[in-house]
């Protein structure tokens, strides 16, 4: 999953993003509203971490127009500015939860869990293909019951295969969601990911194989469907 910081404070970026990349996010960083309207507009994100006074103008007014906008994604927003009309004003703007600074970040992550959670009641929590199932909001895989211990990229790679289970996932899209946009990105990257998911998988005994479309893009496909072609 994708998250957008807005932010302006540098030391608690960076410990937000490397709490959050542990946890198996990625995560872009932005400082000013303008860059975060920026972001938006080149990439698509599962939630929005808002601080509430930035450089370039107020948190609170750039939510609402995005919410003008149509754009329903989870946002938190945080602030040290924490009376109650503020508080009421900026539940009024669209946001789904609100946290007063200076934060916790074991807390900024269990309320993170819980709107997403939330957000994808309507859709299926747990995603089921063949024998393996995988849980979006724990990060978690499981190949017939078993819990696989896999490194972040590699469950990032698998989530979006899923999502797409038996179409070819073009690599720039994998390479585009896979990463933000501050990092340092090898050119075999996405390769050396897909080729130890499938170690993983295979390991684990899974009824389902990545199959690579050459120049294009990857394909996740049920072992038995696949022969059946």
């Not at 909001?137 to 797409?164: F, W, Y």
């Amino acid at each position: 999953m994708r998250i957008l910081l807005v932010d302006d404070h540098a030391d608690f970026g960076r410990a937000v993003k490397e709490t959050l990349l542990n946890y198996g996010f990625v995560v872009d960083v932005t400082r000013t509203l303008d860059e975060a309207s920026a972001a938006l507009d080149c990439a698509n994100y599962h939630m929005v971490l808002l601080e509430s006074v930035l450089p370039d103008g107020d948190g609170l007014d750039w939510l609402k127009q995005l919410r003008r906008e149509g754009r329903s994604m989870p946002a938190m927003m945080m602030s040290s500015l924490n009376d109650l009309s503020r508080r009421i004003a900026i539940f009024n703007a669209g946001a789904d939860d609100f946290l007063p600074k200076p934060v916790s970040i074991d807390e900024l992550i269990a309320r993170m869990r819980a709107i997403l959670r939330r957000s994808t009641q309507m859709t299926a929590p747990v995603v089921t293909f063949g024998n393996l199932h995988f849980d979006p909001i724990a990060r978690q895989v499981s190949v017939g019951g078993r819990v696989l211990r896999i490194a972040r990229r590699e469950v990032c790679i698998l989530e979006h295969l899923l999502n797409r289970a038996g179409r070819t996932v073009p690599r720039t899209a994998l390479e585009e969601s896979l990463y933000a946009f501050d990092d340092e990105v090898s050119t075999n990257a996405l390769e050396v990911g897909i080729y130890r998911l499938r170690a993983h998988l295979n390991q684990a005994g899974a009824t389902l194989r990545i199959k690579t479309a050459r120049g294009v893009g990857y394909t996740l496909e049920l072992i038995g469907a696949a022969s059946a072609a």
